[in-house]
């Protein structure tokens, strides 16, 4: 179905979801290397991600030494081997598992914040994503834009953001920290419009601990108070979900 301009896609568990985002995603990969040398993509490090990467990652077809890889978002202050990093996840996830023509890392456990923004700015201006495979939060947030820092018309590329307690709360939910105490107040994202610059958004949100957002991505007002809702205006957007995340919808 569609919402605005969002296509909404619905599968009867996550599993299914995971494998038919994937097909989708490597459809999309495919016809745009046959008229482009390589492309640019953006990949969301969660749990929500895991079946989706996994399909893509068993996909044969995909010609992975033709595309430069970048992720979304990270925590600042995590030691750099910390599992719960998101380049990390990543990279065991998909990073180290096909031969990518380059990986670019966002890094949240220096000391130079601001210049770490700067230079991955620059990497984005440099090889503009043509894809960005996404989530939402269960605060409607894309990246780690949380409501009270979601900014629809952000000057900015990438920036340093306080996470609110919501978003938080939904790392030890995920199983990603034991306690709240033990999540990053603080980090790295790309902003609202960085993502809404890919060509193409495919955007995964399996779980019953999504539905409320998801209701309000699709039904609510366009505002950042659901940054999520702003995929309803994309030319080129795609919503993937299971039963559980469509539950209120």
């Known amino acids: 179905m569609l919402k605005d301009k969002l296509k909404v896609n619905i599968y009867a568990n996550r599993l ?13 990969i495919i016809k745009l290397l046959a008229d482009k040398n390589e492309i640019n993509m953006v990949f969301a ?44 996840f990543l990279r065991r996830k998909l990073f180290d598992c096909v031969n990518l023509k380059s990986v670019n890392y966002l890094n949240g456990s220096g000391n130079g914040e ?32 949380d409501p009270p820092v979601a ?15 919501v978003c938080r709360k939904q790392q030890v939910n995920d199983g990603c920290f034991t306690a709240l105490d033990m ?5 790295l994202t790309l902003t609202i419009p960085a993502i809404m610059s890919a060509g193409y958004i495919y955007c995964m949100v399996p779980g019953k601990t999504k539905a409320e957002a998801v209701e309000r991505t699709l039904n609510g007002p366009v505002s950042e108070t659901c940054p999520a809702s702003i995929l309803r205006t994309h030319e080129a957007a795609e919503l993937f979900l299971d039963a559980d995340s469509a539950a209120k919808i």
Not at 49 to 78: C, K, P, S, T
Not at 183 to 187: G, M, Q
């Open 114 to 145: 601001i210049s770490e923004c700067e230079r991955y700015s620059k990497l984005l201006k440099q090889f503009p994503p043509d894809i960005a495979c996404i989530g939402i939060g269960e605060n409607g947030h894309l990246a780690f834009n």
């Open 16 to 28: 299914e979801m995971g494998k038919a985002a994937a097909t989708a995603v490597a459809e999309r």
């Open 183 to 187: 999540v990053p107040a603080h980090a």
């Open 151 to 165: 900014d629809f018309n952000d000057k900015a590329l990438v920036k340093i953001v306080e996470l609110d307690e």
């Open 45 to 88: 490090a969660a749990p929500s991600q895991n079946e989706f990467l996994e399909a893509l990652v068993n996909n044969r077809q995909i010609m992975w030494d033709r595309i430069n890889a970048f992720h979304l978002d990270e925590y600042i202050g995590l030691r750099p081997e910390a599992p719960q990093g998101f380049g990390n």
